[in-house]
């Protein structure tokens, strides 16, 4: 994303109006954000896959949740609980492979309407091509190859958050 600058990391600050209320004013909490560019992202993909304590295996899981989060917009838990069955490829070349985003098992969605398909086409090629391989299973397997119990995943995405702290800073972390 680009500022007025035509940078491509923007920073900036929220205000989260949701705050308590004293006295007739609402007390207001600042939020600064900074935004994951592609430049951090690449960052972050080769520095994984130097690591020493990252396994193969492992970086290949945290690229693929990466990707599927930096190129489709899709949140951590809809990125973890896309299955086989949700990689949509169809012969003709007008129709676009899509991963359709939707509730799984004890996994819900954060709104209604972030039910969707996303096109395949915004990924790398060689994960669109790992993903259309799995599709031809059309099983109820999640894409990322294992399943999750709730506290593997809060373990995943919290060891992740640390090897993007480690990186790229402190501002940094996965989030929901």
Request: charged share 25%; hydrophobic share 35%; proline share 2%.
């Amino acid at each position: 994303m680009e500022d007025w600058n035509g940078n491509n990391s923007v920073q900036g600050c929220l205000e989260d109006e949701e705050g308590t209320e004293s006295a007739g004013k609402i007390n207001k909490r600042v939020i600064n954000t900074r935004y994951f560019s592609k430049h951090d992202f690449d960052a972050l993909i080769h520095y994984l896959s130097i690591h020493p304590t990252v396994s193969t295996a492992e970086f290949k899981q945290f690229r693929l949740i990466l990707c599927l989060c930096f190129y489709l917009g899709l949140r951590r838990g809809e990125a973890l609980y896309i299955r086989c069955c949700d990689i949509f490829s169809y012969e003709s070349e007008s129709v676009p492979a899509t991963v359709y985003v939707r509730e799984f098992d004890n996994h819900t969605l954060k709104t209604v309407t972030s039910q969707r398909h996303q096109p395949l086409s915004l990924l790398p090629q060689d994960i669109r091509d790992e993903l259309i391989a799995k599709a031809s299973f059309a099983s109820e397997e999640l894409v990322i190859g294992r399943s999750f119990s709730t506290n593997q995943a809060i373990h995943f995405f919290d060891r992740l958050s640390k090897l993007m702290q480690e990186c790229l800073g402190k501002s940094f972390v996965m989030h929901t």
